[in-house]
């Protein structure tokens, strides 16, 4: 049977695999040696599946949005990440990667972040096991970003402002891998996304598919089947998006719908919609697709969402893309901004930015009445009042 799953090699077709410097061979080899073992142990599971329930508030309800279904002419539910502690999905992931570090003797967390969720979240998951946290962050999102600067600090963590390049996520990333060359034995790098060198993309993959387990048994009860006709999430890196699909990417009665930042427009000049607009190149360890020039210098990306604007995407997305096996639509800035003043008013659910991307999406679709379909909501919107209220007064 075909399946979209990573090869033993830890490539999707020719996107994937491990393109590290020397001096982190030994450290990346024995993670890729060490994880499945792990992540397969019974008491990895239990303590993770406790903290989940505990910690996190899994499992995320499964929400049948009946006003916004009435507006979209389909049976729509939500999966509500944006419930979870810390206020969406990527806590599912930290938690997940600091029980590794822990079983493998490591002492130091490093991680990066943009718009700073990933941040907060591993800061979180420090201060949880008492391990010392360093967060490597642009300057330009440490200031535009200030609210999750001071929840990283507050837990306890150091953030480091970074001023090299353009001081977002990409350079953030560049320096936590600089930081991880130089302590390779005793420090754990916890990547936020699907994205890095293998087994980085599939363990994020495996840590977020507790999103499709939960949808598998959900589903059951509230339609008396186990897969929806449609998933639905947004893709910056694309871990939500992989959770939710995990389960069921090689069921190729459930369609795949993912929604990449437009920006301004695909062709503005202004835009985050990687699969459309990158090439193949290497980027922070993997062979994927990537914004870049003709002479291979990443381009920056925009969004008006700080969670979607990374110049690569994970590389099983670029897969599915190029297989087909996945739809992908450029959500624009003013679609998703619409997207998200709508659900507030239909369900009384603020969404994340991101997630508006994905409700976006939504209206790009032409769904029969009969289509029942999952949408990963992957967090809250309270970290974007800011560009919501700026909105509401335009209009
Ligand atoms: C970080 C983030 C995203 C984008 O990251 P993925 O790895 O693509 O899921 C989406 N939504 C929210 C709420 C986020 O915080």
Redesign the pocket.
Known sequence: MKTYQVDENGYYGRFGGSYVPEILYRCVKDLQERYLVELGSATFRQEYHRLLRDYAGRPSPLYHAARLSDRTGCKVYLKREDLNHTG???INNTIGQILLAQRMGKRRIIAETG?G??GVATATVCALMDMPCVVYMGRTDVERQQPNVQRMQMLGATVIPVTSGNMTLKDATSEAIRDWCCHPADTFYII???VGPHPYPDMVARLQSVISEEIKWQIREKEGRDYPDYLIA????????AGTIYHYVDDERVKIVLAEAGGKGVCSGMSAATIRLGREGIIHGARTLVMQNDDGQIEEPYSISA??DYPGIGPVHAYLSEQKRADVLAVDDDEALAAAFELTRLEGIIP?L??AHALGALKKVRFRPSDVVVLTL??RGDKDMDAYIRAFIKQ
Not at 234 to 241: D, E, L, M, P, T
């Open positions: 969406a999905h990527k718009a969720q990933h936020g996304s699907t947004c893709v910056g890196g694309g871990s939500n998006a969670g979607l994340a991101e997630s992957s967090g």
